[in-house]
């Protein structure tokens, strides 16, 4: 019970933080636990001031593209690990592993330097690209994982039957892997969804902007907008917890599901 409060506590209270006044949420003196008038204008200013709709629809390109791109490697790479046995292999697992050790800030500065050579600075395509480099290494040794739990034998019999390596793929091997196919999803989803630093160092336009790198904006130097900020919080979660209500069961089952290799 104590920890479900730490989860929920902070959520409920950017909540009826995003519905009380400016004036009592930044009053000191006395902490109110619920909004003592409600108040919708930080959700006007948040829409019609800071043009809110546009970061949710950069956000949702760049993650919705980057999470797909994501999955569909995944699924070949996965496949590539699981099925075959080739000649530094080994080393190429430990490699990905490898990446996962390394701070994603130190391959900031090196790719902002090689994405201005392309001239991809200032673009979505190079949030893309990023996201691409920092999830991908990590999904495709989840979903070797998956892979491998699926009995070889299903396979062969599509091969009697007379179906390709691709059609067997496809029409057998992937259905069955569904779950784990929706939980690499979400997580290259999510990485990119709630990603600042890279969209603060790429992107320098504010009509580029995705949702984290536009409600820091709303951190001034001498001001911060507490109430607009919370409710553009409370923006940002509700299309992940919208995804998570439709996909938690699949997301459960294909991490459970990849977490032990029979």
């Given at each position: ?126 949030l893309f690209f ?88 709303l951190i001034g ?42």
């Amino acid at each position: 019970l104590f920890f479900l409060l730490l989860v929920i506590f902070p959520i409920y209270w950017m909540v009826i933080s995003s519905l009380k006044t400016n004036a009592e949420i930044i009053n000191t003196q006395e902490v109110t636990y619920y909004p003592h008038t409600v108040t919708a204008e930080n959700y006007v200013q948040l829409f019609q001031l800071y043009d809110y709709r546009r970061l949710l629809t950069n956000s949702l390109i760049v993650s919705v593209s980057s999470g797909l791109a994501i999955t569909f490697l995944s699924i070949l790479g996965g496949y590539g690990l699981a099925r075959y046995t080739f000649r530094g292999k080994a080393t190429m697992l430990l490699f990905f592993l490898l990446t996962q050790m390394i701070p994603a800030i130190l391959v900031i500065i090196p790719l902002y330097v090689i994405f201005s050579k392309l001239g991809l600075i200032n673009t979505h395509l190079s949030l893309f690209f990023f996201y691409l480099i920092l999830n991908l290494p990590f999904c495709v040794i989840t979903m070797r994982s998956f892979f491998e739990r699926i009995p070889y034998t299903l396979e062969e019999a599509a091969y009697v039957d007379g179906c390709s390596k691709l059609t067997s793929l496809i029409r057998i091997v992937l259905p069955v892997m569904f779950p784990g196919i929706v939980a690499v999803f979400v997580f290259a989803f999510i990485g990119a969804w709630n990603e600042l630093i890279a969209g603060t160092i790429f992107l320098n336009t504010s009509n580029l902007w995705t949702v984290p790198v536009g409600l820091k904006s709303l951190i001034g130097k001498y001001d911060v907008k507490w109430g607009v900020l919370m409710a553009g919080g409370v923006g940002a979660l509700i299309p992940t917890a919208i995804m998570f209500a439709f996909m938690q069961k699949f997301v459960v089952e294909g991490l459970t599901s990849g977490a032990v290799k029979e």
